[in-house]
Nanobody, 120 residues
């Protein structure tokens, strides 16, 4: 069955860094655009970053441009989110998603999420 398993979340001080990973199985990973979303308490889930199936195209939310970087390793069926210069407002549950119809299409599969807390 389809599985997306996020890891790498945790507690970090403002200005710190974290690297999230999302390991995929049960579908042809290299054919799917992959994305990272986040949801803070009381807020809607929002798109953070997305990467095309081959990894040549990326898009970022304005709030994370220049600080976050999405990448993927199709040989390992894994997508990453490198998060630098973290701010308290980055605190949220981070989810990875898989979209079969390109970077602008809806997510078909979701992971269970990993908590990121930025606090001193």
């Amino acid at each position: 069955q389809v599985q997306l398993v996020e890891s790498g979340g945790g507690l970090v001080q403002p200005g710190g860094s974290l690297r999230l990973s999302c390991a995929a199985s049960g579908f042809t990973f290299s054919r799917y655009a992959m994305s990272w979303y986040r949801q803070a308490p009381g807020k809607e889930r929002e798109l953070v970053a997305v990467i095309s199936s081959a990894g040549f195209t990326t898009r970022y939310a304005d709030s994370v441009k220049g600080r976050f970087s999405i990448s993927r390793d199709n040989a390992k069926n894994t997508v990453y989110l490198q998060m630098n210069s973290l701010k308290p407002e980055d605190t949220a549950v981070y989810y990875c998603g898989a979209s079969p119809r390109g970077i602008s299409s809806a997510v078909d599969y979701w992971g269970q999420g990993t908590q990121v807390t930025v606090s001193s």
